[in-house]
């Protein structure tokens, strides 16, 4: 019996997604690695604060549809800026540092 091909790449970092996806940018790979991070930033401050998706919804100022999105660790149609101000509404607190 002939085996079956396997039709997926497991990736385990940004670094191998990037590679997976053809993403030859270090930028590019760079900035998708930036807004995993975030990602999962994000879904963290929410489960650390106690407070409900109306609650961030509110104090946030982004539609519940992507607050819950992020809840649930999506990436998809969230930009950037969302994460943060989610991070923030929830009581987060995000720093930058510059590594060369």
């Known amino acids: 019996m002939k085996a079956k091909k396997k039709n997926y790449v497991a990736a385990h970092s940004a ?3 990037a590679a997976a996806l053809g993403i030859d940018s270090p930028a590019d790979a760079a900035l998708m690695e ?3 991070r975030l990602s999962t930033m994000a879904a ?4 650390d604060s106690d407070m409900t998706v109306g609650e961030i919804v509110k104090r946030s100022g982004i ?3 992507k607050v819950s999105a992020i809840k649930n660790g999506a990436l998809v149609g969230i930009s950037s800026d969302l994460f ?6 929830s009581g987060g ?5 510059l590594t060369a």
């Open 93 to 97: 607190r995000v720093t930058f540092k």
């Open 15 to 17: 670094a191998e997604i």
């Open 44 to 47: 963290k401050a929410i489960a």
């Open 63 to 65: 539609a519940r549809s």
């Open 34 to 36: 930036y807004k995993a």
């Open 84 to 89: 943060l101000k989610v991070i923030v509404a």
